[in-house]
């Protein structure tokens, strides 16, 4: 995927928001919210600031649900929020928030000092600090024009997939208070004949366990745990602040027991970090004893802001895998096919061992590309272990 596709990918993230009150994480640790005040002027008014400087604004939106013409992908998209508190060293979505902002202050709608906050000073880093929050009275009203849309194209080509979560988490700690995520679940609970995909780090997606269990009964849907690996070093490394494994294979199995479709995306796999034959083996066992239903390995897309963000942290804790990392991704952003190719048949191999790998290609591949990811393999050597 080249830059025309990176393009229409920002697009397909520029659909996101969040808020947050008390989160409790693998760890018990607890953030403390500030009351709501509404303060804030332009186009973001904010609605809560946490005591370490998190702020959570509104965003108004005319569209919510992104068509395949909008990203270049087959598959529609939903993302209830833009940024996200998670802020894991990988991710790619940080040109969204980014671009949300400039759009605003090229537009005049917010102040220099406001864009300052919002944007400039830090970089890339307002995209974990300052998120936004679409209004749920102005989601709503986007869903029925834009599920028109969908029906109109379901009439015409077949049950059409729509992918929730492809840029931000849609159970971010935000949604315990905002409630966007569950308010586009409950809506799309009165559609028929969808392929439904969800895409989580958080165990919060369990508390609408009866609802997901209502869309089941309607539509083909599948709950996709992210989790790149068991070892807690690598998580706390690279994905700080997201609930540890075994809170999130906890919510695989609530999922699994309650009678919803789960499995796991294992997203990015971290190439000498987190794809050795052992490092597999225990993520699978893991899997199959949490009654994951599937297992979809993605590998690592090193877009711009991701290496601002992820390199200098594999410098620091695997500094013999750097030379390796700007050689493999010097002149792409994919990982190299050889290694994407490996990787992922090593993943099916083992994985079939296990008895958690299904054959859905269409999910598979609709899935992987909304991460987003390509066909691949891995770029190191294979490992013995």
Known sequence: MRL????????CMLSSL????????GNSQREVVVPSTRAGSGDFPVLDERHRGTKFV???VKSVINSPEATGMDFWSINPYVGCEFGCSYCYARYA?????????DGGRITQQEFKDFGAPRGLEPFEHRIF??????VLNALERDLRRVRSRTARDGPQTILIGTGTDPYQPA????HVTRTVLTRLRRERGLRLGLITKSPLVCRDVDLLKQLSRHHLLSVYVSLLSVDERVIKIFEARSPLPHVRLRAVRRLTSAGVRAGLIVAPVLPGISDSTKQIRELLRAAKHAGAQFIRPVPLRLYPATRQRFLPLVEQHFPGLVQRYHAAYRDDWDAPTRYATAMQRRFRQMAEQFGIYDNDTEAEDSVAWAYPTAAQLSLFTEKKT
């Open 133 to 138: 929050v679409k209004a749920r009275e102005r």
């Open 4 to 11: 025309a596709t990176y393009s229409r990918l920002r697009l």
């Open 97 to 105: 928030h980014r671009y949300v902002v400039e759009r605003a202050r």
């Open 18 to 25: 969040w808020l947050g009150k008390v989160w409790v994480m």
């Open 58 to 60: 509104e965003l108004a």
């Open 175 to 178: 949604e315990r208070q905002h």
